[in-house]
C-alpha cells in the first residue's frame, strides 16, 4: 500500500524558515518523481515544485511564487521527500501536501498534509 | 501561461442525479496530460481520472472523463451520496508546469 506521511508543519514568523518531510513507503521512492502541493486555507490547490527520480536527472522545477525561496529534495537512501521553505511570506500559509507523480503528469497518491502558518 | 476555467462555480444536485462539469483551457492542453481529483472536506485530494478520460485505480465506473484542446468535461452518471465534494481539474506540461483549475463544489440540493 502506497503511504504518504508528511511533517514538520508549525507556526513560522515571517521571514523565517520551515523544513517539511514526507516519508514513502509502499512503492519504489527512488523511481518516483515527487511533488509539493499546497492549499490555502478555503482556497484551492496550487503546485510548489516537483523533483524528477535521479536516473531521469534529479531535476527540479518550481512554481514562480515559490521560486528562489523554497528548494526540493529527496534521499532515496531514507524514502524521504524535503521541503526547505526559506523567507517565508503570510501568502505561504498553507497545507502542505506531497504527491507521487503519475505518467500523465497527474498526482496519483497523496498524503495527508501539514499546516504552515506564516503570522507575526 | 495556461489558465484553466471550471464551471459551473457550485453544482447543487439531487442523489440518482447527472452532474455534468466543465474545465475550459486559456490555451490547447494535451489530452494525455488533463487530470481530475475529488476532495472532501479535511481531506486530501483523490485522483479520479488521468489522460482526460482514464479512470484512475479503485475509481467507480460512473464516473467519466472527455474532451479534448480546450475543452473537458467530467461526469457523474448517478450521484451517490459520497459523491459531494469539490472537484478540480489540472494540466501538466505547459507554463507554468502544472496549473490546477479553481475547483467545482458539488452539493446537495
Known amino acids: 500500500e502506497v503511504q504518504l506521511v508528511e511533517s514538520g508543519g508549525g507556526l513560522v514568523k515571517p521571514g523565517g524558515s520551515l523544513r517539511l518531510s514526507c516519508a514513502a513507503s509502499?512503492?519504489?521512492?527512488?523511481?518516483?518523481?515527487m511533488s509539493w502541493v499546497r492549499q490555502a486555507p478555503g482556497k484551492g490547490l496550487e503546485w510548489v515544485g516537483r523533483?524528477?527520480?535521479?536516473?531521469?536527472?534529479?531535476?527540479?522545477d518550481y512554481a514562480a511564487p515559490v521560486k528562489g525561496r523554497f528548494t526540493i529534495s529527496r534521499d532515496d537512501s531514507k524514502t524521504t521527500l524535503y521541503l526547505q521553505m526559506n523567507t517565508l511570506k503570510i501568502e505561504d500559509t498553507a497545507v502542505y501536501y506531497c504527491?507521487?507523480?503519475?505518467?500523465?503528469?497527474?498526482?496519483?497518491?497523496w498524503g495527508q498534509g501539514t499546516l504552515v502558518t506564516v503570522s507575526s | 501561461e495556461i489558465v484553466l476555467t471550471q464551471s459551473p462555480g457550485t453544482l447543487s444536485l439531487s442523489p440518482g442525479e447527472r452532474a455534468t462539469l466543465s474545465c475550459r483551457a486559456s490555451?490547447?492542453?494535451?489530452?494525455?496530460?488533463l487530470a481530475w481529483y475529488q476532495q472532501k472536506p479535511g481531506q486530501a485530494p483523490r485522483l479520479l481520472i488521468y489522460?482526460?478520460?482514464s479512470r484512475a485505480t479503485g475509481i467507480p465506473d460512473r464516473f467519466s472523463g472527455s474532451g479534448s484542446g480546450t475543452d473537458f468535461t467530467l461526469t457523474i452518471s448517478r450521484l451517490g451520496p459520497e459523491d459531494f465534494a469539490v472537484y478540480y481539474c489540472?494540466?501538466?506540461?505547459?507554463?507554468?508546469?502544472?496549473?490546477f483549475g479553481p475547483g467545482t463544489k458539488v452539493d446537495i440540493k
Open positions: 504527491a507521487r507523480n503519475g505518467w500523465s503528469g497527474d498526482f496519483d497518491y
Open positions: 509502499g512503492f519504489t521512492f527512488s523511481n518516483a518523481w
Open positions: 523533483i524528477k527520480s535521479k536516473t531521469d536527472g534529479g531535476t527540479t
Open positions: 490555451q490547447s492542453v494535451s489530452s494525455s496530460y
Open positions: 489522460g482526460a478520460s
Open positions: 489540472q494540466q501538466y506540461g505547459s507554463s507554468p508546469l502544472v496549473t
